[in-house]
């Protein structure tokens, strides 16, 4: 990251905990493998779109916070497009 915060694990931690309260099927939670030679800490999430009306609600809310957490990561390190994104969309970034 452009602020040197590479391995601080708030960022995926908070990602993973918004993925889960807002409907993921599944979270993980893994630490480097290929990625950053093992210095590096991600969450992923899946999501089951059945077609159903929770789920689409789901799907919503979990492809909103997981994008938007990745825009206020990026711009909390200092990377001008993801400050003009946020500014854009209207995402609160505090100083």
């Known amino acids: 990251m452009k602020d040197g915060s590479d391995a601080i694990a708030d960022w995926p931690m908070i990602n993973f905990a918004l993925n889960a309260i807002n409907g993921a099927s599944w979270i993980s939670f893994q630490q480097g493998g290929g990625t950053g030679i093992g210095n590096s800490l991600h969450a992923s999430m899946a999501i089951v779109a059945d077609g159903t009306k929770e789920k689409d609600e789901c799907l919503e809310r979990v492809l909103t916070v997981d994008t938007g ?8 390190a200092g990377y001008e497009e993801a400050i003009r994104v946020a500014e854009q969309k209207g995402i609160l970034i505090p100083d």
């Open 69 to 76: 957490i990745g825009i206020a990561r990026l711009a909390d």
